[in-house]
């Protein structure tokens, strides 16, 4: 058995961290000129509620002495770990995870640990980590479902759109030469991730086409998505979930289904009303979906 640890950009809520045994590396969170550590001392809704009244939010990386500081415990007590952590390209995390790691093996020389840089946000990278979990309860080995984590995140896809792409400009999340302009005329932007990145991908306009076609993209770069998990998220917009998980059982009979609020670190960046759907483009058996 290994232990497994996150960051707080994969989405997950407070209580699984604590059901599942899963340590939680928290981003940081501010805004109103005051600093606060995501999933701990604030919780998303308060973040929406923020962005709603016009809140500037900056999220910034954990410090390598946050992940040292785990690392330590974890070789202190001859622990294997799999550290999963939010894309590079979107966040210096696993930069401070990597800094940390080599500071504790050079401590530790015999500490074990998978590090994993997984190019993916939100969900996408929540069911990874909940993949993993699953897979340590089942008695897969460290190196076993690290191998199987490596699979999956090159093949999860993104797909998600947002009520305006300011947010994500004002956080350099996306650039404002590669951005559409949202919010005029009803237009909705679709962007996916590309190499770890966020981008762009199209735009639609009138408020049922961008669903239609982000069926379409599922149904396109999808494989056997009846059998797949497939996550969903949100930014505080529930309802809108719901209608989105009730079109892809219609449209293509999936069972297994994991939905969540998009957390503070990436509904900061992405803004209210954001939809998020994650699959993979290429099939494997998930312990999730038993």
């Excluded at 974890?74 to 390209?89: H, R």
């Excluded at 932007?189 to 590309?194: D, G, M, N, S």
Aim: charged share 25%; glycine share 8%.
């Amino acid at each position: 058995m290994f232990s497994i640890f996150s960051d707080s950009a994969c989405d997950l809520p407070q209580d699984f961290f604590q059901k599942e045994g899963v340590t939680l590396i928290p981003l940081q969170i501010e805004f109103n000129d005051a600093s606060y550590t995501d999933l701990v001392d604030i919780q998303p809704k308060e973040i929406y509620d923020a962005l709603r009244q016009g809140a500037v939010v900056r999220t910034s990386q954990p410090s390598p002495t946050t992940f040292a500081e785990a690392f330590r415990k974890a070789a202190l007590k001859k622990e294997e770990v799999l550290c999963l952590t939010l894309s590079s390209v979107l966040s210096g995390t696993h930069q401070s995870a990597q800094l940390a790691l080599q500071e504790v093996l050079d401590e530790y020389p015999d500490f074990r640990c998978e590090l994993i840089d997984t190019k993916c946000a939100s969900l996408g990278y929540g069911i990874l980590v909940q993949e993993a979990v699953a897979r340590a309860k089942n008695g897969s080995s460290l190196a076993e479902t690290a191998d199987d984590i490596r699979f999956r995140m090159a093949h999860m896809e993104h797909l998600f759109t947002v009520d305006s792409l300011e947010t994500l400009m004002r956080g350099g999340r996306v650039s404002k030469a590669s951005a559409f302009v949202g919010g005029l005329l009803n237009i909705k932007p679709l962007l996916h991730v590309e190499n770890g990145a966020l981008v762009p991908l199209e735009k639609t306009r009138g408020n049922k086409k961008w669903k239609k076609r982000m069926l379409e993209l599922m149904a396109e770069r999808g494989d056997r998505l009846q059998d797949q998990v497939i996550g969903i998220s949100h930014g505080d917009h529930e309802e809108l979930a719901l209608e989105m998980k009730e079109s892809i059982q219609a449209q293509f009979g999936c069972k297994t289904f994991v939905t969540s609020l998009v957390g503070g670190a990436i509904g900061a960046h992405a803004g209210p009303g954001t939809l998020a759907v994650f699959f993979l483009n290429e099939y494997k058996p998930s312990l999730l979906a038993e």
